[in-house]
């Protein structure tokens, strides 16, 4: 049974876009009919949901290429699908770090405002000259 990319969407969850951009970037293969319709099986569709999920919980794309190869390999050893989790857990609890020290300098400097009519503005002020000290390396270096 196959279906079009509408159906194959509405089942999955995977707006038709996306589903072209991850035909666009193998992580899906879809069929051309003669006419040039794409056409998605049942396990298309599958492979759809398992992107979709993956993506819900932030993995990147690299990261589900990998899970996915591992999802189809019956061989795998379930170690290699935990080690990626694992190092995403990290990456997850980095970000949520640098989150937080994102928010407590806004707060600070929220603090220091005073809000009212006045035209000086800690905020602004802190904005345009501090060194910002939850940036990371790769953070400071897209600032600059």
Same mark, same amino acid.
């Given at each position: 049974?196959?279906?079009? !990319?509408? /159906?194959?969407?509405?089942?999955? &969850?995977?707006?038709?876009?996306?589903?072209?951009?991850? #035909?666009?970037?193998?992580?899906?293969?879809?069929?051309?009919?003669?006419? &040039?319709?794409?056409?998605?099986?049942?396990?298309?569709?599958?492979?759809?949901?398992? !992107?979709?999920?993956?993506?819900?919980?932030?993995?990147?794309? /690299?990261?589900?290429?990998?899970?996915?190869?591992?999802?189809?390999? #019956?061989?795998?050893?379930?170690?290699?699908?935990?080690?990626?989790?694992?190092?995403?857990?990290?990456?997850? #609890? @980095?970000?949520?770090?640098?989150?937080?020290?994102?928010?407590?300098?806004?707060?600070?400097?929220?603090?220091?405002?005073?809000?009212?009519?006045?035209?000086?503005?800690? !905020?602004?002020? &802190? !904005?345009?000259?501090? @060194?910002?000290?939850?940036?990371?390396? /790769?953070?400071?270096?897209?600032?600059?």
């Amino acid at each position: 049974m196959s279906m079009t !990319i509408g /159906e194959a969407s509405a089942a999955s &969850g995977v707006s038709a876009k996306m589903i072209r951009h991850y #035909e666009a970037i193998g992580l899906v293969s879809g069929a051309r009919l003669a006419n &040039g319709y794409r056409v998605y099986t049942p396990n298309d569709v599958s492979v759809l949901r398992f !992107i979709r999920h993956a993506r819900a919980l932030a993995f990147p794309l /690299e990261d589900i290429r990998k899970l996915l190869g591992l999802w189809r390999d #019956e061989s795998r050893a379930s170690a290699d699908v935990r080690r990626i989790a694992l190092q995403h857990v990290a990456a997850l #609890e @980095e970000k949520a770090a640098s989150m937080r020290a994102m928010a407590d300098s806004l707060r600070h400097l929220a603090a220091s405002c005073h809000g009212d009519q006045r035209p000086d503005c800690p !905020i602004l002020d &802190g !904005i345009a000259s501090q @060194e910002l000290p939850f940036a990371t390396t /790769e953070q400071k270096d897209s600032l600059s």
